[in-house]
Each structure stands twice: as structure tokens, then as C-alpha cells.
């Protein structure tokens, strides 16, 4: 019996000096990218979610916007001025970043019996007498809401005809830049979510950005964002299964190791 007691003692001398050089169990966070994790701290497990590093892109989209297929406008003493009116709407951001636009339009048929004129928010862009073939405007800027007017001057002293031009497939030629807002999708078992305790959203803002993220479509964070920064994400905010978080701003950003945590009880 005294060389069994002897045993034991021996074996709890040898796990007590395990713990005094090694510690206690130790719970690592994933530094790599990409990839889910569960941990267990406790009465408490979580699963990390990295996203790895959030980074805004500029781009530059070049597009064409169809005005009209055809019309024709004339102007004579005897017949009348017909013009053509046409109201153009941009998006406020897309006329904030735009680098350049043009008007493009083909004259099909004219008698060259008075100028042709295009004005845009009363502003004349063009004032010529073309001959058939394709013709390009370049617009310096363009406002939100822009109203183009297309008209001739008058045939004048030639009363027998008006002056007239038909025009052919007018279009609207643009580039703006654009930021590109990375969004990403993760996904929260069942087993998360009827435990949910709490959720975080964590990353390191390399140089300060007004930011605002989304979670499912609804607005949980909209403020400057600078350094190490913690976002709480609550249970209202997930749903089971598939989720998607997005980042939006004005200002370039890069948001370093941004990692999700969704933490359950076991």
C-alpha cells in the first residue's frame, strides 16, 4: 500500500511540474487567411471567420447610353420650327467621378439650309453645318439632370424649304471612375446560431476612412474608422446559413486581418 501511495504522489509531482513549465490548455487565434475555426474557452466556443485584407479598388467603367435611334429637326419661314428636347439623368456619384463624356450622333440626310445646333442646360455645344457621315461631341462636364436641346437655325431667304437634318443614333459615350466595395459572404450553422452569445467584426484600419459595413442590407457601423477597430454584430443583425457583409466608402481604405468572431455557448 505505502508503494502505491507512493506512486501517486510521484505522478501528481511530475503533472504538477508539467503545468509550471508548459501552463494550462491555451487557446490560438488563426492569423492565416481564408477559412473557418471553432475554439473553446470555458462555457464559451466561437468560430473565426478571417476575411483576410479588406481593400477598396478604383476602376474605371466606359459606357454607352442610348438617347435616340432617330429624329429629325428643321426650321423655315413658312414651316415652322421643329426641335428635339432631351432630359438626361446621372447618378450624383457617377457625375462627381466622371473623367469625360461625349455625344455621339450620325447625320443621315440634310439640306444644309441652316446650321445645326445642339445646347445642353443652355450652354451651346455645337453650332455647324455637317454633311452626312458620324459626328462626336466632347462634354466637358455633365450636371446630375441635364436637358439637351437639338434644333436648326432657319432656312432663311430659301422660304421654298426649311432648313432640316435628320440624325441617327445618338448616344451618350462616358468614363467615371468608380470604387469597387468588396462584400463577402459567410455562413453561420444552426448550431451558432440558437447559442448566439455575441458576434465581432475586427480588422486594423491602416490610415483613417469614413466607413460604413452592411450585414444582410442593414447599416451597423458608419463612422471614421482609424487603427484597431471592434464592431459589434448582433444577434438581430445574422441569420442562419448564409450572410454577406459589405464595405462601403468615399475614402480609399485597406483594413488589415479582419477576422469575424461568433461566439456560442458549447
Known amino acids: 500500500m505505502d508503494e502505491l501511495y507512493a506512486f501517486l504522489f510521484a505522478g501528481l509531482a511530475i503533472i504538477f511540474l508539467l503545468f509550471a513549465f508548459f501552463g494550462g490548455p491555451q487557446v490560438t487565434l488563426n492569423n492565416g487567411g481564408g477559412g473557418d475555426k471553432d475554439f473553446e474557452s470555458g462555457n464559451l466556443t466561437w468560430k473565426e471567420i478571417s476575411l483576410g485584407d479588406i481593400i477598396s479598388k478604383e476602376t474605371e467603367v466606359k459606357a454607352t447610353r442610348p438617347l435616340e435611334t432617330s429624329f429629325f429637326v428643321q426650321n423655315g419661314f413658312f414651316f415652322g420650327s421643329t426641335e428635339y428636347e432631351r432630359r438626361v439623368e446621372l447618378d450624383k456619384k457617377l457625375a462627381d467621378n466622371l473623367n469625360y463624356a461625349s455625344l455621339r450622333f450620325g447625320v443621315s440626310k440634310t439640306n444644309n439650309y441652316g446650321s445645326l445646333e445642339f445646347i445642353m442646360n443652355n ?5 455647324e453645318n455637317p454633311i452626312p457621315g458620324d459626328y462626336s ?7 446630375p439632370v441635364s436637358v439637351i436641346y437639338v434644333r436648326t437655325t432657319s432656312s432663311a431667304w430659301r422660304v421654298w424649304a426649311p432648313a432640316r437634318y435628320e440624325i441617327s443614333n445618338m448616344k451618350l459615350d462616358l468614363s467615371y471612375n468608380t470604387k469597387e466595395n468588396p462584400s463577402y459572404e459567410f455562413d453561420v450553422p444552426h448550431y451558432v446560431y440558437d447559442s448566439y452569445y455575441k458576434g465581432e467584426l475586427k480588422f486594423n484600419s491602416i490610415y483613417p476612412a469614413d466607413l460604413v459595413v452592411y450585414l444582410n442590407g442593414a447599416e451597423i457601423y458608419s463612422k471614421a474608422a482609424s487603427g484597431q477597430t471592434t464592431i459589434t454584430l448582433g444577434r438581430n443583425a445574422i441569420t442562419p446559413e448564409a450572410n454577406i457583409i459589405e464595405f462601403d466608402s468615399l475614402n480609399d481604405y485597406r483594413l488589415e486581418n479582419a477576422k469575424i468572431y461568433l461566439y456560442y455557448r458549447g
Open 123 to 127: 450652354r451651346t455645344l455645337y453650332s
Open 137 to 143: 461631341i466632347n462634354l466637358s462636364q455633365m450636371d
